[in-house]
């Protein structure tokens, strides 16, 4: 059984979020076996990660089952819980608005090969103060990407210039999605993270630079969570 007082949830496998959601629905495995039309072996496998497919219907029926989130199970992002509204039916979760806040805009990061690039500063340093309405943490920091970073159809996906907020603390990992990486030797990258059977991989954006596969001589120090362009 999964140790959830330990684990972070926020970068928990898929199987992780599964244990913890039927774990703390209070049900048993054959209720959950039943309730999704599968037999009881089939979530055992879903618990243990031994199953790496999982069919859309069985994800919403576990959903259901559970009274967790379907994106939430299936792919880590949203919340935990579905919103269930007086009816006893699932209501869509709002949106919270959230008021535009500063972040400090400190150096530079290379979107292709490996550079310099400082990423730690006093909260308030910083050349100049830009906002956004993401929530990039109380360290949130901008960054202005140097180095082309293209599409596969060769078209700017981060022009140069252009300023990425970075989440240093508190963010999940999910494949797909766009990093900040640093070597063990202290260069930091801008890349998009890919997890593909159980191997970890930092994927440039242009396509002239290779791919590099994570080992212990990297770690990711922050999750892309806005960009814009300024001083236009």
């Known amino acids: 059984m999964l140790n959830f007082s330990s684990l972070n949830v926020s970068r928990m496998e898929r ?73 006893g039916n699932i209501a869509p979760a709002l949106q919270p608005h959230r008021s535009p806040k500063h972040y400090p805009l400190i150096s530079w990061v290379a979107a292709g090969e490996r550079a310099e690039s400082p990423d730690n500063h006093c909260p308030g340093d910083g050349e100049e103060m830009i906002e956004s309405t993401e929530n990039a943490g109380l360290y949130g920091y901008w960054l202005t990407v140097k180095g082309l970073s293209m599409k596969s159809d060769g078209t700017p996906s981060f022009p140069e210039g252009i300023k990425i907020l970075v989440r240093p603390e508190g963010f999940d990992v999910i494949s797909g999605k766009f990093y900040i990486a640093k070597h063990r030797d202290g260069e930091t990258t801008f890349k998009q993270y890919v997890r593909d059977a159980g191997t970890e991989y930092l994927v440039p954006l242009n396509p002239t630079f290779k791919t590099v596969e994570m080992d212990g001589e990297w770690r990711l120090i922050g999750r892309v969570v806005d960009a814009k362009i300024t001083g236009l």
């Open 15 to 87: 199987h992780e979020r599964i244990a913890r959601a039927i774990e703390l629905s209070g049900k048993r495995k054959g209720e959950i076996a039943a309730a999704c039309g599968v037999a009881p072996s089939s979530v055992t496998q879903w618990i243990s990660g031994e199953s790496k497919s999982l069919k859309p219907e069985n994800l919403f029926a576990l959903a259901k089952a559970t009274g967790f989130a379907a994106q939430w199970l299936g792919i880590g992002e949203g919340p935990e819980r579905e919103q269930i509204d007086e009816h």
